[in-house]
């Protein structure tokens, strides 16, 4: 699932971006960790928009260690003066033991209690991260350990879960909810219930939005492509139900976008 700039609207904005792939250790609980870091001058700021991935994310920075839930719109933040944040994109098997509810945290984020666990973590990713060469190593190794930690081993229903999630956002993904119970093996409503248990959204949401995703990648990488090609590769149903999903989410038409994003 790694993509270095699959839900980033604007890559060319970004201050330094990484992502780095979960080590093996954790690679049940991760998908990929993500660290941006920034340098913005006196009075100015860099604001940053993503269609983020249907998924939670452990975020750990300078502050807090936070939990992000799932989201079903375009979301920003604006980078001021310097900083970073180390970011694990977690897979549902990590989820429940950090959330009882994620529907809960849908289009929400939460700060964990400071209890003595988090504490540690959050002082031993500062400490990664102010440490020069190998720092984004060094912290997501950190991240990386607190999670064994926290999850301990992982179940078969976790792991069903992950499954789940790989073939509704993995290379090849389903286009539909049915086409995806059935690649698992379970009925649709099995697969809805296994999506709110750990993500919070539908299995349909989950699938709008990566489709989002990709159509809005495709859009901006692919300038010689048409919409309307685009749009029937991705299963929308015209080049008008691209449109409108890109407006109802983005506030923009995906030409504007297109138009936008050129060199």
Do not use: C
Not at 97 to 125: M, Q
């Amino acid at each position: 699932m790694v993509n270095p700039s699959r839900g980033v609207l604007y890559p060319a904005r970004l201050p330094q971006f990484h992502r780095l792939p979960a080590p093996s250790s954790v690679a049940g609980l991760v998908a990929w960790f993500w660290i941006p870091e920034w340098d913005i001058e006196p009075g100015r700021s860099s604001r940053q928009e993503v269609v983020a991935y249907p998924a939670l994310n452990l975020v750990v920075d300078a502050d807090a260690v936070t939990l992000s839930g799932a989201t079903t719109r375009l979301s920003h933040r604006d980078l001021r003066g310097s900083g970073w944040a180390v970011g694990a994109l977690l897979r549902p098997a990590a989820v429940v033991a950090l959330i009882d509810d994620p529907s809960s945290l849908v289009d929400a984020e939460r700060v964990l209690d400071a209890g003595e666990d988090v504490a540690d973590l959050r002082r031993a990713v500062a400490d990664a991260m102010e440490a020069g060469e190998g720092r984004r190593e060094r912290a997501v190794e950190a991240v990386s350990r607190w999670l064994e930690k926290r999850v301990g081993p992982v179940g078969e229903p976790a792991r069903q879960a992950n499954a789940a999630i790989e073939v509704l956002m993995g290379d090849g993904a389903a286009l539909t909810t049915e086409e995806a119970a059935t690649r698992l093996a379970v009925s649709v409503r099995t697969l809805q219930r296994m999506t709110h248990r750990h993500v919070g959204l539908s299995p349909a949401a989950m699938i709008r939005r990566r489709r989002l995703q990709e159509a809005a990648q495709r859009v901006r990488d692919e300038p010689g492509v048409d919409l309307a090609s685009i749009a029937a590769e991705l299963g929308y149903a015209d080049h008008a139900h691209l449109t409108r999903d890109f407006q109802a989410v983005l506030g923009i038409a995906p030409r504007v976008y297109r138009s936008e994003t050129r060199g």
